[in-house]
């Protein structure tokens, strides 16, 4: 069976049209009913509205009607009209004469050409406005696909610039370490290949659980500490953490504010370790990442907790930072 046929019999079935006809159509024959009492007239109202239901919508759509999706011509459009208003006009008016019936409410003298008129107009509106849910339908798939693009550009970007300077001086902890410590060389090795497989596979996961982020973010603040780790101490306070490990989340969501967190904090000489804890609030869950020295404001040309920003609000959470006594807090919320 045609695609276009089935899709608009689908969405005449959709609650908000098939309320409103049921109430137009169910009038139209209460009104039969009423004035003629006659079952047979009420039986031929019924069949002309099922008709046009069935007829006159598909056929504008189709052939040149509401959301013109075909070519329109002159014949289509009078092929049609016409088309729309034959249920009506048989239902109603012809087959009671042919028949010698008594004239019907619906039949009887312009009440014909009224109801005639209302399938031809509805036939239209109702092609017109499927035509457009459609036609919103895909721009917002589309838009959701455009916004997704951009989204994995950007986490292609974070990716691109994860610290370059992070990256060399752990690389250069690395190679000191392999001299003086070759266990500890191996392992802190070993700790920036898992950070890089999981930074490259987050670029392909829409979403990942809370655990994953937090080894993540665990594995960054251990090779920053590979560096030095009385200057780059990371203290975790993980107390519910795993009440909440499951909380699905964007991948590489924390990196940003970790990495912000190390480069206000000790790498420009602040003293003191970064801290991260977790608070339950109702529905929600808070990841607060706090790091010694002051708050100045966000800093022109900064992308990355910008980025943090639109990432929370895809999963309905969102990101604040503020300055605190003693240093910096960033919060991201999280729907638990």
């Not at 099922?50 to 009607?65: D, Q």
């Not at 001299?179 to 987050?202: C, I, Q």
């Not at 953490?241 to 699905?248: F, N």
């Not at 370790?273 to 607060?288: L, N």
Request: aromatic fraction near 8%; glycine fraction near 12%; charge should be neutral.
């Amino acid at each position: 069976m045609n695609a276009t046929y089935l899709d608009t019999l689908r969405a005449l079935a959709a609650p908000r049209r098939a309320g409103p006809l049921v109430l137009v159509t169910g009038a139209l024959l209460a009104a039969q009913a009423w004035y003629t009492r006659a079952p047979l007239h009420i039986a031929l109202g019924l069949g002309a509205v099922v008709g046009f239901l069935a007829l006159s919508p598909y056929l504008w759509r189709r052939w040149g009607g509401g959301g013109g999706r075909a070519k329109r011509s002159t014949g289509a459009g009078v092929a049609i009209a016409i088309a729309s208003m034959l249920p009506g006009f048989i239902g109603f008016f012809v087959i009671p004469r042919v028949d010698g019936l008594a004239t019907d409410f619906l039949g009887a003298g312009l009440n014909g050409v009224v109801v005639g008129a209302l399938f031809l107009v509805g036939g239209w509106g109702l092609a017109r406005d499927i035509d457009q849910e459609e036609a919103i339908a895909r721009e917002t798939a589309r838009s959701a696909e455009l916004a997704r693009l951009a989204e994995h550009a950007e986490l292609l970007a974070l990716k691109a610039n994860l610290d370059p300077h992070f990256l060399f001086n752990t690389l250069n902890a690395i190679a000191a370490w392999c001299a003086e410590d070759p266990a500890v060389a191996e392992a802190a090795l070993l700790k920036l290949a898992t950070v890089l497989r999981d930074v490259y596979a987050g670029i392909s996961a829409p979403t990942w659980p809370l655990a994953r982020e937090l080894a993540l973010a665990r594995d960054v603040c251990a090779l920053h500490a590979v560096r030095d780790p009385e200057r780059y101490a990371a203290i975790w306070d993980d107390e519910g953490e795993e009440a909440i490990a499951g909380v699905p989340v964007p991948p590489l969501l924390l990196l940003p504010v970790i990495e912000n967190a190390y480069k206000h904090g000790p790498s420009a000489g602040h003293s003191g370790p970064v801290r991260v804890r977790f608070e339950v609030d109702g529905g929600f869950v808070d990841v607060v990442v706090a790091n010694p020295g002051p708050f100045l404001g966000p800093r022109p040309g900064g992308q990355g907790l910008d980025l943090v920003t639109r990432r929370a609000a895809l999963v309905g959470g969102s990101f604040a930072i503020h300055g605190v006594p003693g240093g910096t807090e960033a919060r991201v919320r999280l729907v638990r």
